[in-house]
């Protein structure tokens, strides 16, 4: 499956953004674990959330309560809404995932489908 991200762009502190992926496979977000990581320049890529096929879902500690990952079935998208952003927030943001209805943390090395990255900016 290839995965594209959309919606990145140049925010203000304290704004908000929506951040989108698309699969290839029309089919494939909804039945799948779904993730968002982001890396900032220098640094190691950072889980910031996942969702699994049951819609359950887990946030880094450090966007808790600020971002929210959710699912449109019907549309089968994936998305990522980041609210109160902060300039350490600034990253390049990806989706991710490991076919199957479960995930396996916020670890990149467990998930093996990669999109090419959508670039937040906050300042």
């Known amino acids: 499956v290839q995965l594209v991200e959309s919606g990145g762009a140049l925010v203000q502190p304290g704004g908000s953004l929506t951040l989108s992926c698309a699969a290839s496979?029309?089919?494939?977000?909804?039945?799948?674990?779904m993730t968002w990581f982001r890396q900032a320049p220098g640094k190691e890529r950072e889980g910031v959330a996942y969702?699994?096929?049951?819609?359950?879902?887990s946030y880094a500690d450090s966007v808790k309560g600020r971002f929210t990952i959710s699912k449109n079935y019907a549309k089968d998208r994936l998305y990522l809404q980041m609210d109160s952003l902060k300039p350490e927030d600034s990253a390049a943001y990806f989706c991710?995932?490991?076919?199957?209805?479960?995930?396996?943390?916020?670890?990149?090395?467990?998930?093996?489908?990669w999109g090419q990255g959508t670039q937040v900016t906050v300042s």
């Open positions: 969702i699994e096929g049951s819609g359950a879902t």
């Open positions: 991710a995932t490991a076919r199957g209805w479960w995930c396996h943390g916020l670890q990149a090395r467990s998930y093996g489908r």
């Open positions: 496979d029309g089919t494939y977000i909804r039945n799948n674990c």
